[in-house]
């Protein structure tokens, strides 16, 4: 197991991919702090995780709320290991129609308080005894290349990065590692909600087959077996990386032509 005896906190952790990476930290050995603004979501994930699971009502917008994520958990299990920043909202909305209430939405979720949770993780890390520890801001395929009317969105996501390798070098000689992982297309309610919005299901996934060159979309547990590692002590020396789980998306320049092609050769002088 690559996470025994590791305290693990999660926000937004109640469901979609944060409650896949709370069960994979959990089968991997670790206790989880199970954080989301939906009170039930976040216990009925931490239920099945018993003595080595805590439900911690969290609105990560609320400066207080985050602080006392951390005081509970430290209440509970006496040390922080290991915090995933996952709690994020999408957004899709025209560049000239964006407001400043719509900016606000998105970066008090998905920017600011990853900033802010880690510090307070950080300080209990560098407080406790072995100090040290290993953080994750879930980032997005986002971060790579980036779909039109998604200004906010992108701007919080590429400043996750950014974040994490500042912080990681800041922190690298005091024993925490700071990496990011940036998904492509989750089976959570994005999904379910773009199958929703298509004319049909076949030519849905028809569509997503030809953008996504492993031609499906990514289960949230197999994003929670990379932040396992990344977690564990195995991944040690990797600090203020970016690391892309995106089933190749953002290696595809364009998706293959329906047609077959003729044979393109250069031509010689
Ligand atoms: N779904 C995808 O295809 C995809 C792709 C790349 C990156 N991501 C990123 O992965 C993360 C999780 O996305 P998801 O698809 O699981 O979304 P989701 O909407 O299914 O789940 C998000 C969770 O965050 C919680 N949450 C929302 N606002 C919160 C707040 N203010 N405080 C605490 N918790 C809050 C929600 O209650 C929910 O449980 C996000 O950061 C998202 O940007 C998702």
Not at 54 to 68: G, I
Not at 70 to 86: K, M, S
């Amino acid at each position: 197991m690559l996470l025994r005896k590791k305290v693990i906190i999660i926000t937004g952790a109640g469901g979609g991919l944060g409650a896949g990476l709370a069960r994979v930290c959990h089968r991997e050995g670790a206790a989880v702090v199970v954080a989301d603004v939906r009170a039930e979501a976040a216990q009925s994930v931490a239920r099945p995780c018993g003595r080595r699971g805590l439900a911690v009502a969290c609105d990560v917008r609320v400066d207080a709320d985050l602080r006392r994520l951390v005081a509970e958990t430290v209440r509970r299990f006496g040390r922080i290991d290991g915090l995933v920043n996952n709690a994020g909202v999408n957004f899709a909305k025209a560049f000239l129609d964006t407001t400043e209430d719509d900016w606000e939405r998105v970066i008090s979720v998905d920017l600011k308080p990853v900033f802010f949770l880690t510090q307070y993780v950080c300080r209990q890390m560098l407080r406790q005894k072995p100090g040290g520890g290993s953080i994750i801001n879930i980032s997005s395929v986002h971060s790579q290349a980036v779909l039109p009317g998604s200004g906010p969105y992108d701007a919080a996501k590429w400043g996750v990065v950014g974040m994490g390798k500042s912080i990681a070098v800041e922190l690298a000689a005091r024993g925490i590692r700071v990496n990011t992982i940036s998904p492509g297309l989750l089976n959570t309610q994005i999904w379910k909600d773009i199958m929703a919005a298509a004319p049909s299901r076949k030519e849905c996934l028809a569509h997503w087959r030809a953008q996504i060159p492993l031609g499906r979309v990514i289960e949230p547990d197999e994003i929670g077996e990379l932040a396992a590692f990344l977690l564990s002590d195995r991944s040690r020396s990797m600090t203020g990386a970016n690391v892309l789980a995106d089933g190749g998306m953002s290696s595809q320049l364009i998706s293959k032509e329906p047609y077959e092609p003729k044979p393109i050769q250069g031509r010689d002088k």
